[in-house]
């Protein structure tokens, strides 16, 4: 897909590529996905280098999955009592272990995708870390690290909610206006940081997290004034956006869903396919070369971050318009640092951030059936999260572990001796 | 793997030193599930109807039960009612409010009879719960429906009414003729205490002659110093650091898990404090030695008695409101280091029965 002979973006060096992998004829996903792995191992210098390889990903949950299985044991009162008599019964602790370890994934799969529910519950929460990861990663690819997302879902949030519980428009229109409001809101709140470090070099990692304070105490403050609240109540709380404001739902799932897959496909096309998504890479991976090249360095920046947020303020729309989410100073949960872990997990490439954002939904959508139905303390799932990125954030580990050959990105086997 | 079978040889070592005394019970209470076991030692003091069939569930809003708060009280009372009454517990705990409506209807997939939900943020989706499932009831904290559909119950507390007893002692306590509070996030059910303590202390004046000022809230106003933040304990310290400055000698947080940190200040600067919500002695313990006593606020007994009434069928949507008559709401013992002298103990209750009487009313 990216990896074209002509790509100027940084010269592969020999060891470093994907070796041994099929190049053309796989199957849709495993080939997007090796694209992807070629496509960060290949450019040596820039941000993407560090990140990990599908295969590495993959071992990552693989054993964030395992360490899972002995923390839902440990937290098992039956299990703990268990263990004062082990040499007398010993079966008694494995038996419950087991016990333990499987309902407790069994709600994680039923619950995620076992059923209807489950799929609309996995989906609606995908869809806004889809969106919010994919403007994440976009930043990313144009070389910047937008830790801002949350501010931007939540200006997003404000706008795009105000426009849908203050205005009375016609349904269809009230429900573009309210869309569009949030896509500008968040796409202005992230090209203020893009401007600063187009005009005077900030770094856009200190000014968006900054503009996350920014964001927050702005929602406050408006959440704090009458015409947000509802009426007879001074709680920060705002009244939900009309019906004709919200997304439509079809087979119980929102359409914002789609709006996230749709919104997967445009950033492929700008970054594969546009002039404009070309610039982007190129001052992702190298700035200077770009600017010699006679790209506009600054109006990539700002054009980058305005996306970015503006995907920031899609991702803010699945909640306030398609699941009709009243305004609070949490409405953006965190979502937007979520997004983060994300975009790193998907590699940054858009098949990826989808991949990745459908597996922390569905952590999320289980994770509620393994407290509901497991009695697994909610932590867990959370733990679990962290795990996974810690993982993936330790390649070295993991090979380790696993014993996966090679340092130069060469392993593909998992399968000798663990 | 001569390593790998070192490690197993050590850790089996261990384990044998570690357990090799051990016994099982016996087959029955270890096979048992353990959250639907009524314990033995609860039935011993007065033996309480037991419901082994009622399935009784909380969902928390994104504080999570460990909040030492609001969510950690009203959970306390949902094991107290799997303790005394036998209830079968779940629960689960939300991470954003867009989460809410799922959690409610997750507890509603295992069967819950009774749900108790955790905060007004959870308003809406308890009350889109309860019109879909009309056979269950549902009882939230700190809110109340102004039409409340037959099987929900609004759990309701005047902590003016304590907050006013706190304001009153710390006035009474201040020798340098100011007390400071402040709050987590300008909301009613933050505000209600400030305004409480705040006619307090204006009532300690009058009945003094005192003029003892009320530092971070504007009753007139309904403006002062908050937090905005629950969860941050440095920013209530550094708060309640510059109430201090000012003078403030009797500190009263109303910020969760943030006040804290105004308790940390009040015991770094040797002047008192007046937690919230629980017996601070209790709940955090380490500052017991600042503390003049706290405002109790107790969720987890109206919690367990929502789940009670919801077993024994009489369950009603009337709206449930904890005042100092009833025991609801009420100031915890004075803190050990408090050294209220028995003329100002007699005073304050004198002005407890008052406001139970009705002679003086705190809005």
Redesign the interface.
Same mark, same amino acid.
């Given at each position: 897909m990216s990896e074209t002979p002509k790509d100027p973006l940084g010269p592969g060096t020999p060891d470093n590529g994907d070796q041994g992998q099929g190049t053309t004829t796989q199957g849709a996903v495993p080939a997007g996905k090796n694209d992807a792995a070629r496509n960060g191992a290949g450019r040596d210098r820039d941000l993407t280098s560090w990140l990990p390889t599908v295969v590495d990903s993959i071992a990552a949950v693989v054993l964030a999955l395992l360490v899972g299985a002995l923390l839902i044991m440990f937290s098992t009162?039956?299990v703990v009592? %268990? +263990?004062?008599?082990?040499? /007398?019964?010993p079966w $008694?602790f494995f038996k419950f272990s087991g016990e333990a370890v499987w309902d407790g994934y069994r709600a994680l799969i039923s619950?995620s995708i076992g059923s209807g529910?489950a799929w609309t519950?996995t989906l609606e929460?995908a869809a806004?870390l889809i969106c919010a990861g994919l403007g994440v990663s976009l930043a990313f690819r144009a070389g910047m690290f937008n830790i801002g997302a949350q501010g931007q879902i939540l200006l997003g949030a404000l706008v795009g909610g105000f426009i849908g519980f203050h205005y009375d428009l016609p349904p269809g229109i009230h429900l573009l206006a309210a869309l569009l409001g949030a896509l500008v809101a968040g796409a202005a709140w992230g090209a203020i940081a893009g401007i600063l470090k187009a005009r005077t070099g900030a770094h856009e990692v200190i000014t968006t997290i900054m503009l996350n304070y920014v964001g927050r105490?702005t929602m406050?403050y408006f959440l &704090?004034k009458e015409a947000l609240q509802r009426p007879?109540s001074?709680?920060? +709380?705002s009244p939900?956006v009309d019906d004709s404001a919200a997304f439509p739902t079809i087979a119980g799932v929102h359409v914002g869903v789609l709006l996230a897959v749709v919104a997967a496909l445009f950033v492929w096309w700008l970054l594969e396919r546009s002039t404009l998504g070309f610039e982007m890479r190129a001052v992702g991976a190298n700035p200077d070369a770009a600017r010699t090249a006679g790209m506009s360095v600054a109006r990539v920046y700002v054009s980058a971050m305005a996306l970015a947020g503006m995907l920031a303020g899609l991702a803010a729309t699945m909640?306030v318009l398609g699941?009709q $989410? %009243?305004l609070? $100073? #949490?409405?953006?949960?965190?979502?937007g640092f979520d997004a983060i872990t994300v975009a790193l997990l998907g590699r940054t490439t858009p098949l990826g951030t989808v991949l990745a954002g459908l597996l922390f939904g569905a952590l /999320?959508?289980g994770g509620? %059936?393994m #407290? &509901?139905?497991a009695?697994v303390p909610?932590e867990l799932t #959370?733990v679990l999260q962290a795990l996974i990125v810690l993982f993936v954030a330790a390649p070295a580990l993991v090979r380790g572990i696993f014993r996966l050959r090679g340092q130069g990105r060469k392993a593909d086997v998992m399968a000798t &001796?663990w | 793997m001569k390593k790998t079978a070192r490690m197993a040889m050590v850790a089996g070592l261990v384990a044998l030193s570690l357990t090799a005394c051990g016994e099982r019970d016996s087959d029955e209470s270890a096979s048992e599930p353990s959250s639907s076991a009524p314990t033995s030692e609860a039935t011993s003091e007065a033996p309480s109807e037991q419901f082994p069939d009622h399935k009784a569930c909380i969902v928390s809003d994104s504080g999570g039960f460990d909040d030492k708060s609001f969510n950690q009280t009203s959970y306390a009372g949902l094991t107290k009612a799997a303790e005394d009454y036998g209830v079968q517990t779940a629960e689960v705990e939300s991470n954003a409010p867009s989460e809410f409506g799922d959690n409610i209807n997750e507890m509603v997939q295992q069967g819950c009879n009774t749900i108790a939900t955790v905060g007004f943020l959870l308003g809406d989706a308890t009350e889109a719960a309860a019109k879909k499932n009309k056979d269950v009831d549902f009882a939230i904290v700190d809110f109340a429906y102004e039409k409340p559909l037959p099987n929900v119950k609004g759990l309701t507390f005047n902590t003016a009414e304590p907050s006013f007893l706190a304001g009153y002692l710390a006035a009474a306590k201040s020798e340098t003729g100011t007390v400071g509070t402040f709050g987590g996030v300008n909301i009613p059910t933050v505000t209600i205490f400030m305004n409480g303590f705040y006619q307090g202390v204006q009532k300690y004046n009058e009945d003094e002659g005192a003029d003892v000022q009320v530092i971070g809230w504007n009753p007139e106003t309904q403006e002062g110093s908050f937090t905005n933040d629950f969860e941050n304990k440095t920013l209530g310290q550094s708060t309640a650091e510059e109430m201090i400055t000012q003078g403030a000698d009797v500190i009263f947080p109303v910020a969760g898990p943030a006040g804290l940190g105004g308790l940390q200040a009040a015991q770094d600067n040797d002047v008192k404090a007046i937690w919230v919500d629980t017996d601070g002695c209790e709940s955090a313990a380490e500052y017991c030695d600042v503390l003049l006593t706290s405002v109790v606020k107790a969720m987890d007994v109206a919690v367990e008695q929502a789940i009670l009434e919801s077993a024994q069928d009489t369950f009603s949507n009337e709206v449930y409101e904890g005042t100092l008559e009833n025991e609801g709401v009420g100031l915890a013992p004075y803190g050990p280091e408090a050294d209220i002298d028995d003329e100002l103990s007699s005073k304050i209750d004198e002005l407890k029965q008052q406001i139970i009487d009705g002679e003086i009313t705190v809005e």
């Amino acid at each position: 897909m990216s990896e074209t002979p002509k790509d100027p973006l940084g010269p592969g060096t020999p060891d470093n590529g994907d070796q041994g992998q099929g190049t053309t004829t796989q199957g849709a996903v495993p080939a997007g996905k090796n694209d992807a792995a070629r496509n960060g191992a290949g450019r040596d210098r820039d941000l993407t280098s560090w990140l990990p390889t599908v295969v590495d990903s993959i071992a990552a949950v693989v054993l964030a999955l395992l360490v899972g299985a002995l923390l839902i044991m440990f937290s098992t009162p039956r299990v703990v009592e %268990s +263990l004062s008599y082990f040499f /007398s019964y010993p079966w $008694d602790f494995f038996k419950f272990s087991g016990e333990a370890v499987w309902d407790g994934y069994r709600a994680l799969i039923s619950g995620s995708i076992g059923s209807g529910t489950a799929w609309t519950r996995t989906l609606e929460r995908a869809a806004p870390l889809i969106c919010a990861g994919l403007g994440v990663s976009l930043a990313f690819r144009a070389g910047m690290f937008n830790i801002g997302a949350q501010g931007q879902i939540l200006l997003g949030a404000l706008v795009g909610g105000f426009i849908g519980f203050h205005y009375d428009l016609p349904p269809g229109i009230h429900l573009l206006a309210a869309l569009l409001g949030a896509l500008v809101a968040g796409a202005a709140w992230g090209a203020i940081a893009g401007i600063l470090k187009a005009r005077t070099g900030a770094h856009e990692v200190i000014t968006t997290i900054m503009l996350n304070y920014v964001g927050r105490f702005t929602m406050l403050y408006f959440l &704090g004034k009458e015409a947000l609240q509802r009426p007879d109540s001074d709680n920060l +709380l705002s009244p939900p956006v009309d019906d004709s404001a919200a997304f439509p739902t079809i087979a119980g799932v929102h359409v914002g869903v789609l709006l996230a897959v749709v919104a997967a496909l445009f950033v492929w096309w700008l970054l594969e396919r546009s002039t404009l998504g070309f610039e982007m890479r190129a001052v992702g991976a190298n700035p200077d070369a770009a600017r010699t090249a006679g790209m506009s360095v600054a109006r990539v920046y700002v054009s980058a971050m305005a996306l970015a947020g503006m995907l920031a303020g899609l991702a803010a729309t699945m909640t306030v318009l398609g699941r009709q $989410d %009243s305004l609070t $100073d #949490q409405v953006a949960g965190t979502v937007g640092f979520d997004a983060i872990t994300v975009a790193l997990l998907g590699r940054t490439t858009p098949l990826g951030t989808v991949l990745a954002g459908l597996l922390f939904g569905a952590l /999320s959508a289980g994770g509620l %059936s393994m #407290q &509901g139905a497991a009695g697994v303390p909610p932590e867990l799932t #959370q733990v679990l999260q962290a795990l996974i990125v810690l993982f993936v954030a330790a390649p070295a580990l993991v090979r380790g572990i696993f014993r996966l050959r090679g340092q130069g990105r060469k392993a593909d086997v998992m399968a000798t &001796g663990w | 793997m001569k390593k790998t079978a070192r490690m197993a040889m050590v850790a089996g070592l261990v384990a044998l030193s570690l357990t090799a005394c051990g016994e099982r019970d016996s087959d029955e209470s270890a096979s048992e599930p353990s959250s639907s076991a009524p314990t033995s030692e609860a039935t011993s003091e007065a033996p309480s109807e037991q419901f082994p069939d009622h399935k009784a569930c909380i969902v928390s809003d994104s504080g999570g039960f460990d909040d030492k708060s609001f969510n950690q009280t009203s959970y306390a009372g949902l094991t107290k009612a799997a303790e005394d009454y036998g209830v079968q517990t779940a629960e689960v705990e939300s991470n954003a409010p867009s989460e809410f409506g799922d959690n409610i209807n997750e507890m509603v997939q295992q069967g819950c009879n009774t749900i108790a939900t955790v905060g007004f943020l959870l308003g809406d989706a308890t009350e889109a719960a309860a019109k879909k499932n009309k056979d269950v009831d549902f009882a939230i904290v700190d809110f109340a429906y102004e039409k409340p559909l037959p099987n929900v119950k609004g759990l309701t507390f005047n902590t003016a009414e304590p907050s006013f007893l706190a304001g009153y002692l710390a006035a009474a306590k201040s020798e340098t003729g100011t007390v400071g509070t402040f709050g987590g996030v300008n909301i009613p059910t933050v505000t209600i205490f400030m305004n409480g303590f705040y006619q307090g202390v204006q009532k300690y004046n009058e009945d003094e002659g005192a003029d003892v000022q009320v530092i971070g809230w504007n009753p007139e106003t309904q403006e002062g110093s908050f937090t905005n933040d629950f969860e941050n304990k440095t920013l209530g310290q550094s708060t309640a650091e510059e109430m201090i400055t000012q003078g403030a000698d009797v500190i009263f947080p109303v910020a969760g898990p943030a006040g804290l940190g105004g308790l940390q200040a009040a015991q770094d600067n040797d002047v008192k404090a007046i937690w919230v919500d629980t017996d601070g002695c209790e709940s955090a313990a380490e500052y017991c030695d600042v503390l003049l006593t706290s405002v109790v606020k107790a969720m987890d007994v109206a919690v367990e008695q929502a789940i009670l009434e919801s077993a024994q069928d009489t369950f009603s949507n009337e709206v449930y409101e904890g005042t100092l008559e009833n025991e609801g709401v009420g100031l915890a013992p004075y803190g050990p280091e408090a050294d209220i002298d028995d003329e100002l103990s007699s005073k304050i209750d004198e002005l407890k029965q008052q406001i139970i009487d009705g002679e003086i009313t705190v809005e």
